[in-house]
């Protein structure tokens, strides 16, 4: 069965930095497009940053330049390292991947950014 696992959320303030990680336990996860996504309160989910099995990276302006997204293939693990973080990143952030039959989705993890 497909799992996504996320962790590293919490609390920080305004200019600070947090690693998100996300295990994963699924088949053929070398060539699989992994992503984060992220939802705020009263605010529809959107996609923060990807990257596809050769690592191309895409992210959101909104976070370019402060965000980092990597994989590591070996653990089968995607990261999101967040740097600069401001109140308007605070969201549930998942992570996500697609299979033919559907997506997957992490249970998500609260990140806070205070000001």
């Known amino acids: 069965q497909a799992q996504l696992l996320e962790s590293g959320g919490g609390l920080v303030q305004a200019g600070e930095s947090l690693r998100l990680s996300c295990v994963a336990t699924i088949s053929r996860f070398t060539s699989r497009n992994m992503a984060w996504y992220r939802q705020a309160p009263g605010k529809q989910r959107e996609l923060v940053a990807s990257?596809?099995?050769?690592?191309?990276?895409t992210y959101a302006e909104s976070v370019k330049g402060r965000f980092t997204i990597s994989r590591d293939n070996a653990e089968k693990t995607v990261s999101l390292q967040m740097a600069n973080l401001k109140s308007e990143d605070t969201a549930v952030y998942y992570c996500h991947t697609q299979f033919m039959r559907g997506d997957v989705w992490g249970q998500g993890t609260q990140v806070t950014v205070s000001s």
């Open positions: 990257i596809d099995g050769n690592s191309i990276t």
